[in-house]
């Protein structure tokens, strides 16, 4: 099932990406983030991996806050102890369009360690573009 038009700009939504090199973020769209299209075209999809890095996925590291504690909610902590960045549609107390990097991991969990099935899913989930490490806005094309 696809994610509609009308459920981007009334959901939060959660989703997943790949970077240049291979390390992987996880990006809250706060209702008024854009929505890639690849993250549209299946729930199904969507749900697989927001399990799998949620409940499944056991690594652990340190992590550094990027920026203000208010924008730290314990579920980017526990992303970001799994090692990934995590990234918001929001800043000092607005809605933007853009994402922001709210938390890193010290040590970065790489595409390439997760399980084949997860694998095939984000290989269609790449941004060739951006360096999350480097990267402190993103900015995304909405799929609508």
């Excluded at 291979?22 to 690849?38: A, E, K």
């Excluded at 652990?60 to 909610?73: A, P």
């Excluded at 922001?100 to 040590?107: A, C, R, S, T, Y």
Aim: proline share 2%.
């Amino acid at each position: 099932m696809i994610i509609s038009e009308i459920e981007v700009f009334t959901e939060d939504i959660m989703w997943f990406a790949v970077d240049k090199n291979g390390y992987i973020g996880m990006f809250t769209s706060s209702v008024y983030g854009n929505v890639p299209r690849f993250v549209c075209e299946s729930r199904e999809k969507l749900e697989q991996l927001e399990k799998y890095f949620c409940d499944e996925l056991r690594n652990k590291t340190d992590i550094i806050i990027t920026k203000d504690e208010y924008l730290v909610f314990d579920d980017y902590t526990e992303l970001a102890r799994k090692g990934l960045f995590c990234f918001d549609a929001f800043k000092d107390n607005k809605h933007i369009e853009s994402y922001i990097n709210v938390i890193k991991p010290l040590k970065k969990f790489k595409v390439r360690e997760t399980p084949d099935d997860i694998k095939r899913i984000l290989k269609d989930c790449i941004f060739e573009q951006f360096d999350f490490d480097k990267h402190d806005v993103i900015d995304v094309e909405n799929a609508y």
